[in-house]
């Protein structure tokens, strides 16, 4: 089992950053891909970013490209998603989920964390 909690979300204004922090208990995230998905109040889930269990492979989605990015620290079993340049649309609930690596689906989630950007 996998335990993830997420953190760092908040009210920002447009422009603005924060940094989401996902920290796992219960395994390490050696054996674990991470991905980042958030969930607007008018959309769908939408994937956000991953990165792969061993930290080489990160990857965003277009709509956050330039200005999120993704890294881990496995030595504190912890993702991070940096987020710069933030937009009202990237407001929403962020969770992190976890998949054991090369699965194609991701078995963990945490309860998320609110990110709001609004002036």
């Known amino acids: 089992q996998v335990q993830l909690v997420e953190s760092g979300g908040g009210l920002v204004q447009p422009g603005g950053s924060l940094r989401l922090s996902c920290a796992a208990s219960?395994?390490?995230?050696?054996?674990?891909?991470m991905g980042w998905f958030r969930r607007a109040p008018w959309n769908e889930r939408e994937f956000v970013g991953f990165?792969?269990?061993?930290?080489?492979?990160?990857y965003v989605a277009d709509s956050v490209k330039g200005r999120f990015t993704v890294s881990s620290d496995n030595s504190k079993s912890t993702v991070y998603l940096q987020m710069n340049s933030l937009k009202s649309e990237d407001t929403g609930v962020y969770y992190c989920?976890?998949?054991?690596?090369?699965?194609?689906?991701?078995?963990?989630w945490g309860q998320g964390t609110q990110v709001t950007v609004s002036s």
């Open positions: 989920a976890a998949k054991w690596r090369g699965s194609s689906q991701y078995d963990y």
């Open positions: 219960g395994r390490t995230l050696n054996s674990y891909d």
């Open positions: 990165v792969s269990w061993s930290g080489l492979l990160t």
